[in-house]
C-alpha cells in the first residue's frame, strides 16, 4: 500500500492517497476482464472504452 504523508498549515501530520484509475484495481464482481483501471489502456484497449471506464471511475468517486 502506498500513502502519501504532509504537513499542513498546523504543523500536523496528514495522511492521504490518491484514487484514480492508475492506483488502484477495480475488477467487478472479481472478474479481471471487467478492468476499470488503467491496465486497459496500457493493453491497447480502444480510446473510447477506456475513456468510458474512468468515466464509471469518475461517478464511484462521487460517492467518497
Given amino acids: 500500500m502506498k500513502i502519501e ?3 499542513n498549515q498546523n504543523k500536523e501530520i496528514v495522511i492521504a492517497d490518491v484514487i484514480d ?3 488502484w484495481r477495480i475488477w467487478s ?3 479481471p476482464k471487467k478492468q ?3 491496465q486497459s489502456f496500457r493493453d491497447g484497449e480502444k480510446l473510447t472504452d477506456v ?3 474512468y468515466a464509471i471511475v469518475t461517478e464511484y468517486t ?3
Fill in 51 to 53: 475513456q468510458r471506464k
Fill in 21 to 23: 484509475n492508475d492506483s
Fill in 62 to 64: 462521487k460517492k467518497f
Fill in 5 to 7: 504523508v504532509g504537513i
Fill in 36 to 38: 476499470l483501471d488503467k
Fill in 29 to 31: 464482481n472479481g472478474d
